[in-house]
């Protein structure tokens, strides 16, 4: 069975940086696109980032633009999100997804899905 799991989330303060993990197992194929969502209570599910397998092609969504980081390491299969200046909106639960598409930012396009973390950004 295909397997991600996200680890990272932390509570912080505005202003700080954490960096989230995606470990992936139990896929028979090498997936194309990773990439991370996020859910605010009350909200829909957000695309936040994704990236290609040969890390050619990111895509930020417009509020962590400038702020986000991905990478992955396909060594380690591990997708990683390094979050800097963060801001109390930023506070959600983070999702890592993964499929062999080509890397677009809506959540419908993929199956294969982690549990989240939680990340809480408060003063």
């Known amino acids: 069975d295909v397997r991600l799991v996200e680890s990272g989330g932390a509570s912080v303060q505005p202003g700080g940086s954490l960096r989230l993990s995606c470990e992936a197992s139990?896929?028979?194929?090498?997936?194309?696109?990773m990439a991370w969502f996020r859910q605010a209570p009350g909200k829909a599910r957000e695309p936040v980032a994704a990236?290609?397998?040969?890390?050619?092609?990111?895509d930020y969504g417009d509020s962590v633009k400038g702020r986000f980081t991905i990478s992955r390491d396909p060594d380690k299969d591990t997708l990683y999100l390094q979050m800097n200046n963060l801001e109390p909106e930023d506070t959600a639960i983070y999702y890592c997804?993964?499929?062999?598409?080509?890397?677009?930012?809506?959540?419908?396009?993929?199956?294969?899905w982690g549990q989240g973390t939680q990340v809480t950004v408060s003063p």
């Open positions: 997804a993964a499929d062999s598409v080509p890397c677009p930012l809506l959540a419908d396009e993929y199956n294969y």
């Open positions: 139990g896929y028979r194929y090498y997936f194309f696109c």
């Open positions: 990236l290609d397998s040969d890390e050619i092609t990111a």
